[in-house]
């Protein structure tokens, strides 16, 4: 049976443990906020009304797929297309492929820059492996273009970083709504996180610190986890309303 990621991918790796994928949920919060096209979000009101949700929904709709068989993973991608026909049929506008391509830009980077920071360096083969998933993510949606290569891909990205963001009544309004949902705490954890693994072009926008704190605590995680209490820690950190999805993240090796 064929998958849509071979199952010896580093795609799968990363994107088969809650640690990785909290890092790469933490920096999509960042940029989600700061894309030009955040409009389409807030059309529906569940961004507002639900944005930890809304944007955990994102990423666990990226993981099944990852996780799929070719057939339900085009299956899948094809669904989640025909909702977004539905909200531009609603408004009456259509969704530019810009906005597409940059959130599959944020899933390849955010990808990389997690797995490097909780990890190890990935070779360039592995890189290659995680463009091309979600290069193939935006081919079967059907969206002008799309990088060949994860160099052209790079340039790319540093165009999108440069023209594609802002700070907008929508940015301040999604920053009120992650604190409103985490509480002071968590959401002073999510500030650090994305100082951590945000672009200087979005730390830039929210004015957020170029270093973290966050650093003593990876440290402390990653030694956690040799004696199996990263379980523990993450129990006490995550919000109780999401602990047991962000658990069932993590797939046996």
């Known amino acids: 049976m064929k998958h849509f990621v071979e199952r010896k991918s580093i795609v ?136 060949d290569t994860f160099t052209a891909w790079q340039r790319m990205r540093k165009q999108q970083l440069q023209q594609n963001l802002k700070f907008s009544v929508y940015s301040e309004d999604l920053f009120i709504q992650y604190r409103k949902h985490l509480g002071w705490f968590r959401f002073t954890l999510l500030l650090e996180a994305q100082a951590l693994m945000a672009p200087e072009e979005v730390r830039n926008h929210l004015g957020l610190r170029k270093t973290s704190r966050m650093n003593v605590m990876i440290s402390l995680y990653k030694a956690t986890k040799v004696f199996r209490a990263d379980r523990l820690l993450k129990t006490l950190i995550l919000p109780p309303r999401y602990r047991q999805q962000i658990f069932s993240l993590d797939r046996p090796a």
């Open 12 to 147: 799968r790796e990363i994107w088969g443990k809650s640690d990785t994928i909290l890092f790469i949920f933490a920096a999509s919060a960042a940029e989600f906020a700061l894309n030009k096209a955040v409009d389409w979000l807030y059309f529906t009101g569940r961004l507002p009304s639900d944005p930890i949700g809304r944007l955990f929904s994102t990423v666990t709709y990226a993981r099944a797929i990852v996780f799929s068989t070719e057939t339900d993973a085009l299956r899948a991608i094809d669904s989640m297309t025909a909702i977004h026909a539905q909200v531009e049929t609603k408004r009456q506008a259509q969704i530019p492929d810009w906005a597409y391509r940059d959130v599959l830009s944020m899933l390849i980077d955010y990808s990389i820059r997690s797995y490097e920071l909780l990890e190890q360096k990935l070779e360039p083969f592995e890189k290659e492996e995680i463009f091309n998933t979600f290069r193939n993510v935006g081919k079967r949606m059907k969206l002008a273009g799309l990088p």
